[in-house]
Structures are given as structure tokens and as C-alpha cells.
């Protein structure tokens, strides 16, 4: 079934190259083959991602499964090394489904609603152009996950860096090109540090696959070496995580970002950092890991209280979101940072509980701007629960999802990364790692509270009979438009939940709960890699 991983890249991106074929383009007809398209390619991409599932050996998971390895450039020994194991076989699961669902909610919107995005209209907000975009996203996040050469790991990680700020820069809010090119500053920054550590690490070893380097554990590289490659690969992975203080182009790229994007960018993207850490950094560089572990911890730390203050701070609904994803990552990096088993499966578990708690959120916070025109959260007036009763049920559901509620997904990451604090690694300083989790400790506490103070202002109180639309006014260069006033109006036939919101819901909410309850589900998949990749017995 080596088949597989070559399907999961190829039909994505030949759905791309389906899409610049000319037919239909602005016709009534054009629009349903789009749809149809959009529907059908992502579809049949997770299909294959089912069929990978079921197909991988589980009693076998720390073994790199469903493996393909052809010459890519013979005359420097690259070459094009695929693969799955435990780790990477979630990420890849949870990146085909939520490109499926950002689809299915693409497609199926009302006229007024996401569905307009895959319409042709006077004017047009490039819907071609969007799936074709989302595609091509699809098709480097499953490569990132799937790479199993330095080299092309790097290849795909940089792949998803254009569609992406496309994604922002011409879908997304008023402010949305400052936020893209924010995006894309950052992240090519970061990506040039992370290319010089990956060449320290093929200069030092003579090697490229990264299969070779994790069973080495760092054999042929001094621990200078390793130290100076850590933090440079680091570095560029923790752009992408995004770490505290490198986190500053996200808040704005998630707000600015339409639902779709932030759904995929929060879901998606910033696992790829940390899914580094695991695939790279850590097992490749183990005397570096061990060095700059404690660093990597405060960071964390600083990361887990600092995102929770902020969002503290917020009034808009996204903007909160966006920092709160900082905050989790920050557990993410802490579990990583103990270097042991429990506290790396944490970090692990964490990586797939936060892209579906936080899909979910930053899903629904769409249909709340679809409703009410604005997530502005003093301006949406609180009482949603009384107005939309399902849509602030299930607003809550995510929050307290979120907020690490014991029961659902978000829970075990948390608890298992501070369970790896309290008895970190040998050589690690044990009174500093209690020092971090009692301050990962702090942060569950600010979490509730700000997802608490949300609540009680968007879906609790009084009733608001109103809502805010913005009149959009043209601004000069590049016919942008933003908010220049705003008009209240009714909103009594605002609709509650639709069909085609459950559609891309459930299967969230439902794996939200199975991680929840049977965390083994995912434990199982993880904990024999993370024991070959720390060399424990």
C-alpha cells in the first residue's frame, strides 16, 4: 500500500490543476462544478487518509510504515522519503479532515453565509482562486507530516507559507495585508534559520534522512555541535508554533484571516513547528535537546501565562482565540521540554486536541460574524444563549473544551505536561521543572478565567435585539474595503445552527469527546515512537 502517500499528495494537488482549466468559470453552472470539485478532491483525500489508518499496523507503531523512497537528486544523495509512524499519522488524519470540513462549509453556506465565498459574483472574490489555494496548503501540510528527508521536509514546510498569506491577504478582514505580510515576514525569517540548522546537521553527519539520524541519537556530532544546530533549528520551528516573543504576526494573521484560514492555520500550521521538535530537534540533537531543555520550558512558561493574560485584555472574540492557541502551545512546548515519555505524549496528545478544540472555536466565532456582523464581544451584547440557543450551546461546549475540562480533549495535554514537569528527565534541574509547573498550574487557572469572562459576556445576560452590520466603503489601492460605520438592525430572523455548520461540526465535537474519554485512542498511537525517539527502554 505504498500507493497511499503518493495518492494523499497527488490528488490535492491535481485537484489544483484541475481548477485552471477555463470552463465555467463565471457562469451559475461554473459555481456548482466548483463546489463539486472542492467537495469531491478534499473528499477523496481524507477517504485516503481513512485507508492509511486502517491499513497501519498499530501493534508496529514506532516502525516508519507505508514507506516510498525514490532518487530526487542523485548527485547529492536527496531523496524523496515518505513515510508514516505513530506520530505522524494523526497529524496527517487531522489535517485531510479538517481541509474536508473547511470544504463542506465552504460549499453548503446559505447565499448570505461562507457558502458565498464558491460563488461567482459581479466583482468576484476569487473563488477559484480560493480552492486552488487551499489545495496547494493541503498538499504542504501533508508533505510536511510525511517527510521523511531533511531536506524535503524543508521543501514542504516553505510550501504552505504562500497559499497561506494569499489565504489572508486576499480573503481575510480590513487590515488583512498588513496581517499577511506580517505572516510571511515572520515566517521566511524563521525559515532561513531553520534551513542553516538543517545544513549544520547534513555538513556534521553526511546524511539527510532524518530515519538514520534519530537512530544515531547524535552520533558523529559534537555537543557544541548539536547545541548550536538545536537552537537554530528551534528557532525556526518555534516561529511556526508560534513560541513567546516570536508569537507577535499571529494575533493579527488569525483575526484578519477568514474562517476557513484560521480554521487550517490554527489546526494545521502551527503543528507543523512543534511536530519539528519531535521529528527533528529532539531525537536528532539529543545533547542539544538536553542543554537548552530548561530554556525551552521558561519560554513555555512565559508563553502559557503571557497568552493567558492578553486574552484577559481582549474585546474581539477571534483576537482571543488567536491568544489562546499561544497559551496552549505553550503546554505543548513544556511537555517537550521535560524530555521524558509522559511529558512528551502530552505534547503530542496536546498538538491533535488543540487543532480540534480550536477548529471548532474559531469555526463557530465565523458564524457568530456571519450572524452579527462583528466579533467584537461588548458589541455582540451577550444573551446568545437565550437568542441562538444551539450556537451559544455549542460556543460553550468549545470554551470549556478548551479550557481543559476533565472529559474531553483538552484535558490530558495539559495534565500530562505537567505531569512531565514534576519529574523531568535526569540532569534536569527538578526544583526549576516544579518552578514551571506550578506556573503551567497558574495558567489553567487564567484560562478558565478568561474563557469564563467570555461566557458570561457573549452568551449570558440580557438579550440584545440587535446587530451590528458593517457598511463597507471602498479604500484607495487594490479595492480593499473596510468598516466605515455601522448600522443596527434587527436580527429575528437570524438563524439559529444550520445544517451544513452541524456537517462540519460534529465530527469535531465527536472527536473531541472520543479523546476525552479514551485517550488511549491516541496514547497508544504515540507512546511506543516517543519511546524509540528519547531512547528509552
Known sequence: MNWVLIALLGVPLA????????????????????????????GVTFALSVVLAAGFDYGDAARVQFSTDLAWVPGLDLRFH??????????????????????????????????????????????????????????GMIGTFVALDLLLFFVFFEVVLIPMYFVIAVWGGHARRAAAIKFILY????????????????????????????????????????????????IGLAVKTPMWPLHTWLPAAHTEAPTVGSVLLAGVLLKMGTYGFARIAIPVLPDGAAAMAPWLGAFAVIG??????????QRDLKR??????????????????????????????????????TALLFFIAGAIKDRYGTTDMPSLGGGMLSRLPHLGSLLTFAAVASLGMPGLAGFWGEMLAL????????????????????????GT???????????????????????????????????????RAVLRVGIARVRDVTGYELAAWVPLIALILLLGLWPKTLLLVTGPVVQTLLGAP
Open 15 to 42: 485537484g489544483a490543476a484541475a481548477l485552471l482549466a477555463p470552463f465555467g468559470r463565471d457562469t451559475a453552472a461554473g459555481g456548482r462544478l466548483l463546489q463539486a470539485q472542492a467537495l469531491a478532491v478534499s
Open 82 to 139: 515518505l513515510g508514516v509512524d505513530g506520530i505522524s499519522l494523526p497529524l496527517v488524519v487531522l489535517t485531510t479532515l479538517l481541509v474536508f470540513l473547511c470544504s463542506v462549509y465552504l460549499c453548503w453556506g446559505r447565499a448570505d453565509g461562507p457558502g458565498q465565498l464558491l460563488r461567482p459574483k459581479t466583482g468576484g472574490n476569487r473563488p477559484r482562486a480560493l480552492v486552488f489555494t487551499l489545495l496547494v496548503l493541503e498538499v
Open 187 to 234: 515566517t521566511l525569517l524563521g525559515s532561513v534559520v531553520l534551513l542553516l540548522g538543517l545544513l549544520l546537521i547534513w555538513a556534521q553527519t553526511g546524511t539527510l534522512d532524518m530515519i538514520a539520524l534519530a537512530r544515531a541519537q547524535g552520533t558523529g556530532m559534537s555537543s557544541s555541535a548539536q547545541v548550536l544546530a538545536f537552537i537554530a533549528v528551534g
Open 304 to 313: 502559557i501565562i503571557y497568552g493567558s493574560l492578553a486574552c484577559l485584555a
Open 320 to 357: 482571543m482565540i488567536a491568544y489562546s492557541s499561544i497559551g496552549h502551545m505553550g503546554f505543548v512546548l513544556l511537555g517537550f521540554a521535560t524530555l521524558t515519555p509522559v511529558g512528551v505524549n502530552g505534547a503530542l496528545f496536546g498538538n491533535i486536541a488543540h487543532g480540534l478544540i
Open 419 to 442: 505531569l512531565g514537569a514534576y519529574a523531568p528527565a535526569a540532569g534536569l534541574s527538578r526544583p526549576l521543572y516544579l518552578t514551571f509547573m506550578a506556573l503551567g498550574g497558574l
Open 445 to 483: 487557572v487564567l484560562t478558565a478565567a478568561y474563557f469564563l469572562l467570555m461566557l458570561s459576556r457573549v452568551t449570558h445576560g440580557r438579550s440584545v435585539e440587535t446587530v451590528h452590520a458593517p457598511v463597507l466603503a471602498a479604500v484607495g489601492g487594490g479595492g480593499g474595503s473596510r468598516p
